[in-house]
């Protein structure tokens, strides 16, 4: 009879209970990496499609988490923010002005790029991962 003991040593972040801390604050990074990308391109947006911008809409677009692993992008309820999106109820049938839809473009862009903005983050907890 042939006996054979092996004994394996295994060590590291995904043996001793490390890793799961380690990938909720990579999913965290990257829900507040893609939110501020959102932010940054909400506001490089406003600069282009506002004709006499005085500084105000602008700076009342917020960031805010509402819950664990969600973020709201949001215009802190400026009372004409409905109408320069283009959703308000004064818009097209009253006035020709069909609204800006930044908020709405925005997310569609964002969309496309989240993935991207998640894989650069990924980079920053890999090593944290060995």
């Known amino acids: 009879m042939l006996e054979i003991h092996a004994t394996i040593h295994m060590k590291g972040p995904v043996y001793d209970g490390r890793a799961p801390r380690v990938l ?14 959102g932010f ?26 509402i819950g664990p692993l969600t973020r709201v992008l949001y215009d802190d309820r400026v009372i004409y923010g409905w109408w320069l999106e283009g959703v308000g109820s004064r818009n097209s049938p009253v006035t020709r002005f069909e609204g800006y839809f930044t908020f709405r473009r925005v997310a569609q862009h964002l969309k496309k790029k989240a993935p991207q903005i998640a894989q650069q983050t990924l980079r920053r907890y890999i090593g944290r991962l060995q």
């Open 40 to 65: 940054r391109d909400i506001g490089f947006t406003l600069v282009r499609v506002l004709k006499h911008p005085t500084g105000h809409y602008q700076s009342r677009i917020r960031n805010r988490p």
């Open 24 to 37: 909720d604050d990579f999913a965290q990074a990257a829900v507040d990496e893609v939110a501020e990308q």
